[in-house]
């Protein structure tokens, strides 16, 4: 059972429109959670982290947080093509371990 | 600052083998995770390091096996190589999850072969 699930997409959205990516986890005793960027063949870049329910917001990109509903998603607000890559989902569960999910790819059409 | 180093970049193997492999943790970083990412697949959690002591493990055999150092470097070893083993094993450096909530950098990233 996984415990971090994300839509593998791919999610493509025009130049300048805004991208919206999804996340759900299983774990209900998670405090903390991150978006990363994974560009292909590279390794990932945190983007944001979250540790409180509601919205945190860093230039152009939004993280969203409901643990009610075990729900993450982040908003990524005139996208650019060099936004294009793959967005990773993560929650730490206790005992040090981070959770990962398969990763959404983003397309930005130029 | 300094970021994540990883080496070697690239290691072809054979089954059977061992392999270890290293990484140094971010200036003023004290805790180190390792992950091994299959491709398509995110990052799975090996186990983390801190103060030279594993600090959890995530469900990975015996075989897999870590080191921390007093410098806060680390490394990775795996014994008895499967094919299976192929992946980007990827190192993260981070302060105690009590004072950053686990907040992780990653490094570049080693890419294992096993033939």
């Known amino acids: 059972q996984k415990e971090v699930e994300q839509n593998s997409g791919p999610l493509s959205v025009p130049e300048g429109a805004i991208a919206s990516l999804n996340c759900t986890y299983s774990?209900?005793?998670?405090?903390?959670f991150f978006w990363y960027r994974q560009y292909s063949g590279k390794s990932p870049e945190l983007i944001m982290s979250?540790?409180?329910?509601g919205d945190k917001e860093d230039g152009r990109f939004t993280a969203q947080l409901n643990k009610a509903s075990q729900y993450v998603s982040l908003l990524i607000r005139d996208s650019q093509p060099s936004d294009s890559a793959t967005y990773l989902c993560?929650?730490?569960?206790?005992?040090?371990?981070?959770?990962f999910g398969t990763g959404t790819k983003l397309q930005v059409i130029p | 600052e300094t970021g994540v180093t990883q080496s070697p970049t690239h290691l072809i193997k054979t089954r059977g083998q061992q392999v270890t492999l290293r990484c140094s943790s971010q200036?003023?970083?004290?805790?180190v995770s390792w992950y091994q990412q299959a491709l398509g697949q995110g990052p799975q959690f090996i186990f983390q390091?801190?103060?030279?002591?594993?600090?959890g493990r995530g469900n990975f055999p015996p075989r897999f096996s870590g080191l921390q150092f007093p410098n806060y470097s680390s490394e990775l070893n795996v014994n008895a190589l499967e094919l299976d083993d192929s992946a980007l094993y990827l190192c993260?450096?981070?302060?105690?999850?009590?004072?950053?909530?686990?907040?992780?950098?990653f490094g570049p990233g080693t890419r294992l072969t096993v033939l």
């Open positions: 993260a450096s981070s302060l105690p999850s009590g004072v950053s909530y686990n907040e992780q950098f």
């Open positions: 774990d209900r005793g998670s405090q903390s």
């Open positions: 979250i540790y409180s329910n």
């Open positions: 993560a929650a730490e569960g206790g005992y040090q371990k981070v959770t």
């Open positions: 200036s003023g970083h004290n805790t």
């Open positions: 390091y801190y103060r030279e002591e594993e600090n």
